[in-house]
C-alpha cells in the first residue's frame, strides 16, 4: 500500500523568510510519480510539480524548489523568498500503478502554510 | 483553454435525499477522475474513467455512489441516498495521458444534514 506523510499540519513564517515543507511517502513498486499540488483558499487544487521515480534531479522554478531523495524517500518543497500570496494549503501525492489501468494519486494531508505579513 | 469545472460548487441535503454532481474535464482529456476529502482526512481517490469507460473503480464507497460518464465527455457522480458521512468535497481532475499531470477542478462541497 501506498502512504504519502506530510508530518508539518501548520507552518507560519514571517514574509521573506524561506520555507521547507516536508514530505515522505513509502511505495514498494520502482516506477511512480510525485507531485505536489497547492490549494488557495479559492478551493481548487493547483498543480506544481510532477516528479518520476527514475529522475532525482532538484528542480527550481522561480522561488519554488523541490528536493527528491530517494534514500530517505523524501520530496522536499522549498519557497524562498516567501510572499502573502503563497499562504495556502500544500498538499503531496504519490502516484503508482493500481493494477487497474489506473495510476491514482495517494496524498497527504497536508500542510497549511500562512506568510505573514 | 478552460480548466476543469465542476457544478454545483455547494450543495446542503438532508440525509436520505439524492444529489447529483457534475464534472466537465479539460477538452480532450480522456481521463477523468473523481476524489474526495471528508473533514480531517486525505483526499482519496474514488474511480478513474477512460474516455467512458470506468477504468479503477477501487476507492468507490459502496453501492450508494453511481458515477457515469456517457459520451465520454462530462461525468456525474450521483449519490443515492445521501448519508451523513457523505459530507466533504468532491474534487474531478482530469488528464491526456494515464500516469500524467492531473488537474483539478474547485471542488463541490456537500453537506448531508
Known amino acids: 500500500a501506498q502512504k504519502v506523510t506530510q508530518a508539518q499540519t501548520e507552518i507560519s513564517v514571517v514574509e521573506k523568510e524561506d520555507v521547507t515543507l516536508d514530505c515522505v511517502y513509502e511505495?514498494?513498486?520502482?516506477?511512480?510519480?510525485l507531485f505536489w499540488y497547492k490549494q488557495p483558499p479559492s478551493g481548487e487544487l493547483v498543480f506544481l510539480i510532477r516528479?518520476?521515480?527514475?529522475?532525482?534531479q532538484n528542480e527550481i522554478s522561480g522561488r519554488y524548489s523541490w528536493n527528491f531523495q530517494k534514500s530517505t524517500s523524501s520530496f522536499n518543497f522549498t519557497i524562498t523568498a516567501s510572499q502573502v500570496v503563497d499562504s495556502a494549503v500544500y498538499f503531496c501525492?504519490?502516484?503508482?500503478?493500481?493494477?487497474?489501468?489506473?495510476?491514482?494519486?495517494?496524498f497527504g494531508k497536508g500542510t497549511k502554510l500562512s506568510v505573514i505579513p | 483553454e478552460a480548466g476543469v469545472t465542476q457544478f454545483p460548487s455547494h450543495s446542503v441535503i438532508e440525509k436520505g435525499q439524492t444529489v447529483t454532481l457534475r464534472c466537465d474535464p479539460i477538452s480532450g482529456h480522456d481521463n477523468l477522475y473523481w476524489y474526495r476529502r471528508v473533514m480531517g482526512k486525505e483526499i482519496k481517490f474514488l474511480l478513474h474513467f477512460v474516455k467512458e469507460s470506468k477504468q479503477d473503480e477501487s476507492g468507490m464507497p459502496n453501492n450508494r455512489f453511481l458515477a457515469e460518464r456517457t459520451g465520454g465527455t462530462y461525468s456525474t457522480l450521483k449519490v443515492q441516498p445521501a448519508e451523513l458521512e457523505d459530507s466533504g468535497v468532491y474534487f474531478c481532475a482530469s488528464s491526456q495521458v494515464v500516469a500524467g499531470k492531473q488537474y483539478f477542478g474547485p471542488g463541490t462541497r456537500l453537506t448531508v444534514t
Open positions: 516528479r518520476n521515480s527514475f529522475d532525482e
Open positions: 511505495t514498494r513498486d520502482t516506477t511512480y510519480y
Open positions: 501525492a504519490l502516484s503508482v500503478y493500481s493494477g487497474a489501468g489506473s495510476y491514482q494519486l495517494t
